[in-house]
């Protein structure tokens, strides 16, 4: 089972898992980046004028995602872990979310 944000460099690993239990942190730190991608899609359609808006977006969650495993690994991990067994039912991991998100608390 793959219970770790990152691989044995260091780089983030964005499974579904990752990414969902780390949403409200991406949302929230991210949050300037995708409105910038979202209102560029909406001014455009067409997938190339909007790569460079994509890749800062990309570039944010994945530096999010190694600041968060370097500041509570051990709680992240749990987390993810436990997204990962139950594909990703929240309401089965209140108990590790909790722990995570104390330990990394909303910036």
Request: charged share 30%; with cysteine; glycine share 4%.
């Amino acid at each position: 089972m793959a219970t770790s944000a990152v691989d044995a460099t260091g780089n983030p690993i964005p499974t579904s898992a990752v990414l969902t239990a780390a949403s409200k942190h991406i949302g929230t730190r991210c949050f300037s980046e995708n409105v910038e991608f979202l209102k560029c899609k909406k001014k455009d359609p067409n997938p190339e004028k909007c790569l460079d808006k994509g890749q800062q977006v990309t570039r944010c969650v994945l530096g999010l995602l190694k600041d968060l495993h370097q500041k509570c690994a051990k709680e992240m991990d749990a987390y993810v872990g436990c997204m990962y067994y139950y594909t990703n039912e929240f309401d089965l991991c209140r108990k590790e979310q909790e722990a995570f998100e104390k330990a990394c608390p909303l910036e």
